[in-house]
């Protein structure tokens, strides 16, 4: 609907701009760049709104809040590498057990310290100097472990016999000519470049360096990225990185000078591959693979660090590298951002790039940083600037002016150009005094870089201009307060306070008088001042609270409770009602929240329908607090019957048997049938016994066996008892079949 | 004068009868109504002491009166098989039907003892 889309583009902007400010007024923010004035005008009222809106339409708040990120550009600081670095150094990189678990990892460690000047121990460097040498003189060593070995090497300088270099000079040549994928020329470029640099009379120069430049570049890509192998498809910026860095490499060790169209082309690859640079709303730039490739690295860091270092080692072997300026500052920023990072091959990644861009030959970049965006004014704090490496080290001279102040709050952006005066002993850029005008509140402050030698713009990235976020605060001053209960528009009583000191007032009113209190909000300049919050709570005794703001009109500050109209607010609970005020702020040195007193409201009777206040939560310690002790009542025994009751039914219980035995005698029961011959004889004593065994199975079941075993058993007897009584069963029946035919 | 037939005249002549009438039947009979009898008794006798007691543990309870009630059921299927006057179990030798009683008795009183608890 097109009334829809209007509201839509309308909410996107309104909601930009209250992400945007951080604040719920008018504010202008300019964008000294494309010089393009963003006015944003919210109010709380028309927040709600939004966030109803948005709540109403999914799929719109998505799209507004990427809109948000595109169109404000915050701002942020960058602090270069400190002490913080150093020690998440040492904790990160502690070998186990005295040594490193892979010298890939121990090239990190040793690399971190190196920048970070860190001393080695040295029961570390013996114990990984041993393995050095042991994977330099092993036969079974591949390049990557040979490159590995030979990186460590030259952090530590071990003694290495001239002989094995030798060796593995010829072996890594010719991995060279018989390698095929990326990462082998990688490791064994890599591996005689560091021989070259380890010692000196060897002959570490390549022959074919124009074919083996051409077959690296083969397997490039026309976005910039590089293949791992050509019969790979997956690709990865972090493999270009390490092309780069690999053709530096041959280009240093070309035995002949290299054709320079095909240098001019790889300079034209590296521009390419800065076409598919991503940015942070901080001004920071970096390289992503979107996909884990074929050596498992992935995320931002690994691959900006190999486009950084094959970058600069790149830039090292050639001149005239077109790289823009504002590019590099952004790579350092995107690895300053990162902080103290949590693990040591992030740790190592930061350092190593930051090192090589501190040195490189494209541009180095500077850090200016502040280290107190607070400043007080009760204090009389100096606004302190500090420019330097990314490693922290001095930078060329240069002067910083402060350009512009932009404040959110009041309408002027003031335009400065003050130059900040140099401190030469701390190395600080110091301005005396803040400007003009700059009262409590949040500002951003934009510097400019101005170097001194004009030879060095060449050699530096400033930036141009750099906005920094800075907080003022200051003592405000509370004035005129006073409280009044009126009486329609007279006044009855009427007390002042002193605030922000302790009060106690004691008052009373009834629901047909009103309460009121003023008082007036001041900055240090003396201009008016509206505080985040300024709160009226009246809690009554049974704990039911209330709370109200307190609208201002400039300096002003006051609140009108009418009774009346708020006696079913209150619930109709009269009583005591505890007053307390709040006023507060993130620049307000002085933030207050005083209980200034009670007041006695004497409200009608609730009527029968009136709302119950609601119930107050019970006191948390009590709520979680340890309940009462529940004793286990164990399963009564059932009540079973005295000894001698039992014993006389057991004895009845046989009576019937002794019965059955006595009639059977009656009866004149023979064993005439039994048969007399031997063999049936004895079947059916068997087949008897039998059935007695079975019967005394089952006695011992009841009594300890389980199911299992008596089953077993009754099996077999049961078998046993089936051929026996079959034989018996079957001559008694024959017999009887011969009595009846007889 | 004849005396008019009372009711107790009446059921002692058919007492009278019916004694005399069973004493006719084979011994082998006699004795399996004779083990009928005696497990009837058993299981009333169980029966009036789990009325004084109370029924803990039911389970041996209706084990122990089961086992009676389920011997005494097969002793009169045995009963029925054996009788020379039945004409349906004519072809059926005895041997067979006290080898089947048996057989059953074994597995009744297995699950009574796995029951009786």
Same mark, same amino acid.
């Given at each position: 609907?097109?009334?829809?889309?209007?509201?839509?583009?309308?909410?996107?902007?309104?909601?930009?701009?209250?992400?945007?400010?951080?604040?719920?007024?008018?504010?202008?923010?300019?964008?000294?760049?494309?010089?393009?004035?963003?006015?944003?005008? +919210?109010?709380?009222?028309?927040?709600?709104?939004?966030?109803?809106?948005?709540?109403?339409?999914?799929?719109?708040?998505?799209?507004?809040?990427?809109?948000?990120?595109?169109?404000?550009?915050?701002?942020? &600081?960058?602090?270069?590498?400190?002490?913080?670095?150093?020690?998440?150094?040492?904790?990160?990189?502690?070998?186990?057990?005295?040594?490193?678990?892979? @010298?890939?990892?121990?090239?990190?460690?040793?690399?971190?310290?190196?920048?970070?000047?860190?001393?080695?121990?040295?029961?570390?460097?013996?114990?990984?100097?041993?393995?050095?040498?042991?994977?330099?003189?092993?036969?079974?060593?591949?390049?990557?472990?040979?490159?590995?070995?030979?990186?460590?090497?030259?952090?530590?300088?071990?003694?290495?016999?001239?002989?094995?270099?030798?060796?593995?000079?010829?072996?890594?040549?010719?991995?060279?000519?018989?390698?095929?994928?990326?990462?082998?020329?990688?490791?064994?470029?890599?591996?005689?470049?560091?021989?070259?640099?380890?010692?000196?009379?060897?002959?570490?120069?390549?022959?074919?360096?124009?074919?083996?430049?051409?077959?690296? !570049?083969?397997?490039?890509?026309s976005d910039g990225r590089w293949r791992y192998s050509s019969n790979n498809p997956e690709s990865s910026t972090y493999a270009a990185g390490l092309a780069f860095e690999t053709l530096s490499g041959v280009i240093q060790l070309a035995a002949s000078a290299i054709d320079e169209n095909l240098i001019g082309t790889l300079k034209k690859d590296i521009v390419k591959l800065f076409d598919s640079i991503e940015k942070y709303d901080d001004g920071s730039y970096y390289f992503d693979d979107k996909h884990i490739d074929v050596s498992g690295h992935q995320g931002p860091l690994s691959a900006t660090a190999a486009v950084v270092r094959?970058?600069?080692?790149?830039?090292?072997?050639?001149?005239?590298?077109?790289?823009?300026?504002?590019?590099?500052?952004?790579?350092?920023?995107?690895?300053?951002?990162?902080?103290?990072?949590?693990?040591?091959?992030?740790?190592?990644?930061?350092?190593? +790039?930051?090192?090589?861009?501190?040195?490189?030959?494209?541009?180095?970049?500077?850090?200016?940083?502040?280290?107190?965006?607070?400043?007080?004014?009760?204090?009389?704090?100096?606004?302190?600037?500090?420019?330097?490496?990314?490693?922290?080290?001095?930078?060329?001279?240069?002067?910083?002016?402060?350009?512009?102040?932009?404040?959110?709050?009041?309408?002027?952006?003031?335009?400065?150009?003050?130059? @900040?005066?140099?401190?030469?002993?701390?190395?600080?850029?110091?301005?005396?005094?803040?400007?003009?005008?700059?009262?409590?509140?949040?500002?951003?402050?934009?510097?400019?870089?101005?170097?001194?030698?004009?030879?060095?713009?060449?050699?530096?990235?400033?930036?141009?201009?750099? !906005?920094?976020?800075?907080?003022?605060?200051?003592?405000?001053?509370?004035?005129?307060? !006073?409280?009044?209960?009126?009486?329609?528009?007279?006044?009855?009583?009427?007390?002042?306070?002193?605030?922000?000191?302790?009060?106690?007032?004691?008052?009373?009113?009834?629901?047909?008088?009103?309460?009121?209190?003023?008082?007036?909000?001041?900055?240090?300049?003396?201009?008016?001042?509206?505080?985040?919050?300024?709160?009226?709570?009246?809690?009554?005794?049974?704990?039911?609270?209330?709370?109200?703001?307190?609208?201002?009109?400039?300096?002003?500050?006051?609140?009108?409770?009418?009774?009346?109209?708020?006696?079913?607010?209150?619930?109709?609970?009269?009583?005591?009602?505890?007053?307390?005020?709040?006023?507060?702020?993130?620049?307000?040195?002085?933030?207050?929240?005083?209980?200034?007193?009670?007041?006695?409201?004497?409200?009608?009777?609730?009527?029968?329908?009136?709302?119950?206040?609601?119930?107050?939560?019970?006191?948390?310690?009590?709520?979680?607090?340890?309940?009462?002790?529940?004793?286990?009542?164990?399963?009564?025994?059932?009540?079973?019957?005295?000894?001698?009751?039992?014993?006389?039914?057991?004895?009845?219980?046989?009576?019937?048997?002794?019965?059955?035995?006595?009639?059977?005698?009656?009866?004149?029961?023979?064993?005439?049938?039994?048969?007399?011959?031997?063999?049936?004889?004895?079947?059916?004593?068997?087949?008897?016994?039998?059935?007695?065994?079975?019967?005394?199975?089952?006695?011992?079941?009841?009594?300890?066996?389980?199911?299992?075993?008596?089953?077993?058993?009754?099996?077999? &007897?049961?078998?046993?008892?089936?051929?026996?009584?079959?034989?018996?069963?079957?001559?008694?029946?024959?017999?009887?079949?011969?009595?009846?035919?007889? | 004068?004849?005396?008019?037939?009372?009711? !107790?005249?009446?059921?002692?002549?058919?007492?009278?009868?019916?004694?005399?009438?069973?004493?006719?039947?084979?011994?082998?009979?006699?004795?399996?109504?004779?083990?009928?009898?005696?497990?009837?008794?058993?299981?009333?006798?169980?029966?009036?002491?789990?009325?004084?007691?109370?029924?803990?543990?039911?389970?041996?309870?209706?084990?122990?009166?089961?086992?009676?009630?389920?011997?005494?059921?097969?002793?009169?299927?045995?009963?029925?098989?054996?009788?020379?006057?039945?004409?349906?179990?004519?072809?059926?030798?005895?041997?067979?039907?006290?080898?089947?009683?048996?057989?059953?008795?074994?597995?009744?009183?297995?699950?009574?003892?796995?029951?009786?608890?």
């Amino acid at each position: 609907m097109l009334s829809g889309r209007r509201l839509f583009t309308v909410a996107l902007t309104l909601s930009a701009g209250v992400a945007c400010s951080n604040d719920l007024e008018n504010s202008y923010i300019f964008d000294g760049r494309s010089n393009r004035k963003i006015l944003f005008r +919210s109010q709380f009222i028309e927040f709600d709104q939004l966030i109803e809106f948005g709540m109403a339409m999914k799929v719109g708040i998505v799209v507004v809040l990427l809109a948000v990120a595109s169109i404000c550009e915050a701002v942020a &600081i960058f602090h270069p590498i400190s002490e913080s670095h150093r020690s998440a150094a040492l904790e990160l990189f502690s070998p186990v057990a005295g040594s490193f678990s892979s @010298l890939e990892e121990a090239y990190e460690a040793l690399r971190t310290f190196e920048v970070l000047g860190i001393e080695k121990k040295p029961d570390i460097k013996d114990h990984t100097c041993n393995s050095v040498v042991d994977a330099l003189s092993s036969m079974s060593s591949n390049s990557r472990d040979l490159y590995h070995a030979l990186r460590v090497n030259g952090l530590l300088k071990c003694k290495t016999s001239k002989e094995a270099l030798t060796g593995i000079i010829s072996r890594l040549k010719d991995a060279v000519k018989d390698s095929t994928s990326l990462l082998d020329y990688y490791h064994a470029i890599g591996g005689l470049l560091l021989i070259k640099d380890q010692s000196s009379e060897v002959d570490v120069l390549l022959e074919n360096a124009d074919g083996i430049l051409r077959s690296i !570049k083969a397997l490039s890509q026309s976005d910039g990225r590089w293949r791992y192998s050509s019969n790979n498809p997956e690709s990865s910026t972090y493999a270009a990185g390490l092309a780069f860095e690999t053709l530096s490499g041959v280009i240093q060790l070309a035995a002949s000078a290299i054709d320079e169209n095909l240098i001019g082309t790889l300079k034209k690859d590296i521009v390419k591959l800065f076409d598919s640079i991503e940015k942070y709303d901080d001004g920071s730039y970096y390289f992503d693979d979107k996909h884990i490739d074929v050596s498992g690295h992935q995320g931002p860091l690994s691959a900006t660090a190999a486009v950084v270092r094959g970058l600069t080692t790149f830039a090292s072997t050639s001149e005239s590298l077109n790289i823009p300026e504002d590019k590099i500052l952004g790579l350092a920023r995107f690895f300053l951002g990162i902080g103290v990072p949590g693990n040591s091959k992030d740790l190592y990644y930061q350092i190593d +790039s930051l090192s090589h861009l501190e040195n490189n030959r494209v541009s180095v970049p500077l850090v200016l940083s502040l280290p107190a965006t607070v400043l007080s004014l009760t204090s009389k704090d100096k606004l302190k600037v500090k420019v330097s490496t990314v490693l922290g080290s001095i930078a060329p001279p240069l002067s910083v002016k402060l350009m512009q102040v932009f404040s959110s709050g009041s309408k002027d952006a003031s335009v400065l150009k003050q130059e @900040l005066h140099f401190d030469p002993k701390e190395a600080i850029h110091m301005l005396d005094a803040l400007p003009e005008g700059v009262d409590i509140g949040k500002y951003v402050f934009a510097f400019e870089i101005v170097l001194s030698d004009p030879e060095d713009k060449r050699k530096f990235a400033t930036g141009g201009r750099t !906005k920094v976020p800075v907080h003022v605060t200051g003592v405000v001053k509370v004035d005129d307060a !006073k409280v009044a209960v009126l009486e329609g528009d007279i006044v009855e009583s009427e007390k002042k306070l002193d605030l922000p000191g302790k009060n106690d007032l004691a008052l009373s009113a009834n629901h047909l008088q009103k309460l009121h209190l003023s008082f007036l909000l001041t900055t240090p300049f003396g201009k008016p001042f509206k505080p985040h919050q300024a709160l009226l709570k009246l809690r009554h005794e049974t704990g039911v609270e209330h709370i109200f703001v307190v609208e201002n009109s400039g300096r002003h500050f006051e609140i009108t409770l009418d009774f009346l109209g708020l006696v079913e607010k209150f619930f109709y609970l009269s009583g005591q009602y505890d007053i307390e005020l709040t006023v507060g702020d993130a620049v307000m040195e002085n933030s207050f929240l005083q209980p200034l007193g009670s007041i006695e409201l004497d409200l009608p009777k609730a009527p029968e329908k009136a709302t119950q206040p609601p119930p107050q939560a019970v006191n948390p310690y009590l709520r979680y607090g340890p309940k009462a002790e529940i004793a286990h009542i164990f399963r009564a025994p059932e009540k079973r019957p005295p000894q001698e009751v039992s014993f006389a039914f057991l004895g009845l219980v046989l009576v019937p048997f002794l019965a059955f035995l006595v009639g059977l005698l009656r009866l004149g029961v023979n064993l005439k049938n039994f048969p007399t011959s031997t063999i049936p004889a004895t079947f059916a004593i068997l087949f008897h016994g039998g059935i007695a065994a079975v019967l005394l199975l089952y006695v011992l079941f009841w009594l300890k066996l389980d199911l299992f075993t008596t089953l077993k058993t009754l099996g077999l &007897i049961g078998t046993f008892l089936m051929f026996v009584g079959h034989r018996t069963l079957s001559h008694l029946a024959s017999a009887s079949a011969k009595l009846k035919s007889a | 004068m004849v005396k008019p037939a009372t009711t !107790k005249d009446d059921a002692h002549a058919l007492f009278h009868s019916l004694r005399s009438a069973y004493s006719a039947t084979p011994t082998n009979l006699k004795i399996i109504d004779l083990y009928v009898v005696f497990a009837v008794f058993t299981a009333l006798i169980q029966v009036a002491y789990m009325a004084i007691v109370g029924s803990f543990p039911f389970n041996s309870f209706l084990s122990g009166v089961l086992s009676c009630v389920g011997t005494a059921v097969l002793a009169v299927c045995l009963r029925i098989q054996v009788n020379k006057e039945n004409k349906e179990f004519k072809d059926l030798p005895p041997e067979r039907a006290f080898a089947d009683f048996v057989l059953c008795n074994l597995v009744l009183h297995l699950v009574i003892m796995n029951f009786l608890g």
